[in-house]
């Protein structure tokens, strides 16, 4: 029997600030667990079935008081860790994060915060995998953007509905997955959601455009009647949503996987094979000055440790 894998997730958290010499700079959070004597970048292991990208923004929260905006993914980690005799492989998923607002206290798990530049983190962090990840931040563009493709949520049976399949809409489950959508999705800095004219894509993006006070904008170019024909168009749209800032895409099962090879081809990239498509579920696609640099798959919020079964395109 296999022993099962501790799943775990964090942030390089920075802010902006000022260098010696008057130019801008970056500072980043390095955490003291006085349990463990060391210094660590803040993370922690996820609840069974949370999101890597969620649970990351929740440990960050209680490590260090502050709310972050998500940046581009960082990659995992991977060591082996003695759990009561049992040596057990811990996989952690990382993301830059930009510190918002909050203060820090000292808590059950964190005793001291320590505002340092890149250099000072390195040589204070006891881990090299924290100095792997330091390294990949440091090495990467800041600020950056990302769009967020979204699949909508669950919508019962086509077979069994008898109305116009344009105005099918969700089922409890796909306005669960909705609801989750938004609290995840409001970790980034949106500033406009795009959706297909299709009542269950609205409606899945819907909650998070009311949290944050935006308006959903329906396109028929991401919907799977009309997006044939167009889709250079298509490609244009994604890339430009949300401007400078971050942009949200909603879409259906039948666009997305010809929509993400055509996206990353724009940049000479190649998306994995087979496409990861759940309903419910996110492609994160990190742009830096106009270019693909990374793309995250997040999971359906409520099924996030399912097997993925990507649908054909």
């Known amino acids: 029997m296999s ?5 775990a997730a964090g942030g390089v958290v ?3 600030t000022e260098t010696a010499s008057g130019d801008a700079g970056v500072e980043v959070a390095v955490v ?3 349990r463990y004597d060391d210094w660590s970048l803040p993370k922690g292991k996820l609840a069974p079935g ?3 990208v969620e649970g990351a923004v929740r440990e960050v929260l209680e490590e260090t008081g502050y709310r972050v905006r998500i940046g581009r993914p960082l990659g995992e980690t991977r060591y082996i860790k003695d759990v009561a005799g049992v040596h057990r492989l811990k996989v952690v998923h990382w993301w830059a994060m930009r510190a918002e607002t909050g203060t820090f206290t000292t808590n059950d798990e964190i005793d001291d915060l320590r505002w340092l530049s890149l250099e000072g983190a390195a040589a204070l962090v006891t881990r090299d995998s924290d100095r792997v990840v330091l390294e990949r931040f440091a090495h990467g563009p800041m600020p950056t953007r990302t769009v967020l493709l979204v699949r909508h949520g669950s919508a019962g049976s086509a077979s069994t509905w008898t109305g116009d399949d344009q105005a099918r809409p969700l089922d409890g489950q ?3 997955q909705a609801d989750g959508l938004a609290r995840l999705l409001a970790r980034f800095d949106i500033a406009e959601v795009v959706s297909a004219d299709v009542a269950r894509c609205t409606q899945t993006v819907a909650p998070l455009a009311e949290a944050l006070a935006l308006t959903v904008r329906a396109d028929p170019v991401l919907s799977e009647v009309a997006y044939p024909g167009r889709e250079d168009e298509a490609v244009t749209l994604v890339r430009s949503i949300g401007g400078a800032r971050d942009g ?4 259906q099962g039948a666009v997305i996987p010809d929509l993400l090879r055509r996206l990353v081809e724009h940049d000479d990239r190649v998306v994995p094979e087979p496409i990861a498509n759940r309903k419910g579920s996110v492609w994160a696609l990190t742009y830096s000055e106009g270019r693909l640099l990374e793309m995250d798959y ?6 996030a440790v399912e097997e993925d079964v990507p649908v054909p395109a």
């Open 3 to 7: 022993t099962p894998i501790i799943r």
């Open 14 to 16: 920075w802010r902006p």
């Open 32 to 34: 003291h667990r006085p």
């Open 50 to 52: 949370e999101p890597e």
């Open 174 to 176: 796909g306005w669960a």
């Open 248 to 251: 949200v895409a909603c879409s």
């Open 298 to 303: 997040i999971p359906p919020p409520d099924t």
